[in-house]
């Protein structure tokens, strides 16, 4: 598998997706410093946020072998300047993420992020697994084994156990 930086503000839902590419049960986990996850490298929001913490980022774009950045579909702006994945040494991908939420408008930050350069974009949902097929076939590679044969099994609805407010009953 490609190895993947998840960038973003934080709440866009960067280590959700990180948990929903590879099935199982969704428990939220604020991110406190950056992690690698075999084939993932999760962030923290703050680091995407804060212009001194951003240097960690373009340090650790050089471990993988593609930038994701996220917005999620209810975000009022962008954190991205336009042409932004110009300044990577990396392929910049797009996610829009939680395309589930229904005030959420997938469309505008589909063209924030088709301004900041990033190419392809995908539009994901973590909890109804919409879009996990497409993402988790980019980042494939020759010889590599999905976790699922088809999308009809990686796209199932994950079991959300926990969010930032707490226990899910
Ligand atoms: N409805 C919905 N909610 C989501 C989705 N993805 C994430 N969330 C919720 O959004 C909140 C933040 O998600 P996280 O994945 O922790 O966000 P993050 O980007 O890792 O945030 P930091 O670790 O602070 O940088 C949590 O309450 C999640 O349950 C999604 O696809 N749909
Ligand atoms: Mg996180």
Request: glycine share 8%; hydrophobic share 35%.
């Amino acid at each position: 598998m490609k190895k993947i930086m998840l960038v973003g503000r934080s709440e866009c839902g960067k280590t959700t997706l990180r948990q929903a590419l590879k099935g199982g049960t969704i428990k939220y986990h604020k991110t406190q410093y950056i992690n690698h996850y075999d084939v993932v490298i999760d962030t923290p929001g703050e680091y995407a946020e804060t212009h001194t913490l951003g240097r960690a980022l373009a340090l650790y774009s050089y471990e993988c072998d593609v930038i994701a950045l996220l917005l999620n579909s209810t975000e009022p702006y962008s954190l991205y300047p336009p042409c932004v994945a110009a300044c990577a040494n990396r392929p910049v991908i797009g996610i829009v993420t939680q395309i589930d939420q229904p005030k959420g408008n997938v469309d505008r930050a589909h063209n924030w992020l088709k301004l900041a350069g990033c190419n392809p974009i995908f539009h994901v949902s973590s909890y109804t697994g919409e879009g996990i097929w497409e993402i988790l076939n980019y980042l494939k590679e020759p010889g590599d084994v999905l976790p699922w044969e088809s999308a009809e099994e990686a796209e199932k609805p994950r079991n959300v156990v926990s969010d930032k407010y707490g226990p899910i009953v």
